[in-house]
């Protein structure tokens, strides 16, 4: 997983997120793939307002990365919903870095 410059000023975050359960690993290492892609100058994740339809839009892409949970019956909503709320939280670590540093 990722190491953050903020770690210093947040340093139980990296040891928190080891706990992530084995199975959510690979979902969160394609979410801060995709978000390592978003993080420059003027990029909607840095936005004060973050566009509501173009974040929904990024997570489905994301979503979109693992077709085999589609087909999983009963599977779609709470993956949908995990993979959601991972990446406002990594969003949300990566501004508050900016902010910081």
């Known amino acids: 997983m990722n190491s953050y410059h903020c770690e210093p ?31 420059y ?8 307002y973050p566009d509501r339809e173009l974040t929904l839009q990024f997570i489905r892409n994301i979503i979109g990365s693992f077709p085999s949970v589609e087909n ?9 919903e995990l993979v959601t709320v991972l990446t406002l939280n990594e969003f949300l670590h990566r501004r508050i870095r900016k902010k910081e540093f």
């Open 9 to 39: 000023i947040y340093p139980d975050v990296e040891y928190l997120r080891s706990m992530y359960p084995k199975s959510i690993f690979p979902i969160y290492e394609k979410i801060t793939e995709a978000a390592d892609q978003l993080e």
């Open 41 to 48: 100058e003027g990029s909607l994740m840095f936005d004060e």
């Open 72 to 80: 999983m019956e009963g599977c779609s909503s709470w993956f949908n």
